[in-house]
């Protein structure tokens, strides 16, 4: 069991070394993004977990995802309905782009010409063309849209309805809902294993992992549910996750169980429950897989995890509930 006061003593003192302005910077320098939702902006920290800017947003930043070049960095905010545009190398807003009411996750098609955004009070998915920032498709969904992953392939999206318990299935030429796959209370968000046959789906209030055959669009054997020591099943609010590259290794965030785990893949088997920050939210792997970096949304805290010993080994504050967190390299 980590020290929570060691824990966060030692992230605090790396946030007292923090600079005021970055120097012009190349792609892959391994800097890390966090989207605060009641702090505005979108928190960077270079490699050594230094504050090196705090970039002002438009209201309620959540969602976030590079372009391929990771040249831009594309950030939901939910209240001004807007994704907006951040510039990597200068760490600047440099566009906006206007969405349906309360955009909160997104996804590109894989030719990056046209965005995926769930809607959450609007109730639908919409797509946007790149080029001419025009709605092009405008597709009904179950109440409170959220998760939002597009196939490899571009032929097929998957969207999350927290209210309805389901998962859509979309035809991105048709815009049309083929199938509605039910899943446990409030589905949140996807994760696609790397061979592609797997979708795995939170669902944040019934503790549930379901995992999703991709040729079928059946859900494959029993629920999954993971409680750490000293937690209920009803304290685990699964959100986030990430899987490693070989898809050996999957991390899920437990939310007000205070926890990541980090499981066997194939055999569905806790490697290890990994002691984070309050409300575990957001989860992202450093590309060389030998951190992962957790968005604590209670707690105003990222938490970094050493995938060798798959332990907490740092916690940082960065601001007013942190969202989501992806990393530059």
């Known amino acids: ?18 600079v005021a302005m970055p120097a012009a910077r190349a792609k ?7 989207s605060t939702e009641k702090g505005n902006e979108v928190v960077v920290f270079d490699k050594a977990l230094t ?22 960095l594309y950030v939901a905010c939910g209240d001004d309905d ?21 955009p909160e996750v997104f996804a590109f098609s894989p030719d990056e010409k046209i ?17 001419t920032r025009v709605s092009i498709q405008d597709i009904p969904t179950g109440a409170e849209p959220e998760g939002v992953l597009v196939m490899p392939d571009g032929r097929t999206a998957y969207v999350t309805s927290e209210v309805a318990d389901m998962v859509h299935v979309i035809d ?12 446990g209370t409030r589905p949140r968000r996807f994760i696609l294993t790397p061979d592609q046959t797997e979708l795995w789906v939170s669902c944040e209030l019934s503790s549930e992992i379901f995992i999703i055959d991709t040729a ?37 965030s437990l939310g007000r169980a205070n926890h990541v785990v980090i499981i066997d893949a194939k055999s569905h088997d806790v490697l290890s429950y990994v002691l984070v920050g309050k409300r575990a939210w957001s989860v992202d ?38 969202h989501s967190v992806v990393i530059d390299d």
Not at 84 to 98: C, N, Y
Not at 221 to 235: H, M
Not at 292 to 320: C, E, F, Q, W
């Open 28 to 34: 892959g320098t391994g800097m890390i993004f966090v």
């Open 285 to 322: 792997l450093s590309s060389d897989e030998t951190r992962a970096y957790v968005a604590n949304g209670l707690s105003d805290d990222i938490t970094v995890i050493d995938m060798a010993s798959m332990k907490g080994i740092v916690s940082v504050p960065v601001g007013r509930v942190p």
């Open 115 to 131: 965005i995926y955004v769930s809607n959450e009070e609007d109730s639908r998915l919409e797509a946007i063309d790149m080029e």
């Open 1 to 18: 069991m980590i020290d929570r006061r060691t824990f966060i003593g030692a992230g605090a003192a790396l946030v007292a070394t923090a």
């Open 82 to 102: 807007a994704i907006d545009v951040i510039d990597v190398r200068k760490l600047e807003i440099v566009d906006s782009i206007p969405t349906g009411p309360s």
């Open 51 to 72: 504050l090196v800017k705090r970039i002002a947003t438009s209201r309620r930043p959540r969602d976030m995802h590079f372009n391929a070049a990771k040249e831009l």
């Open 172 to 183: 991105t030429t048709t815009g049309a809902v083929t199938k509605n796959i039910l899943v």
């Open 216 to 252: 079928t669009n059946e859900i494959k054997g029993e629920s999954l549910i993971y409680v750490p020591d000293g937690f209920r099943e009803e304290d685990v609010t699964p959100v986030g996750m990430a899987v490693t590259r070989d898809g050996s290794k999957i991390l899920i």
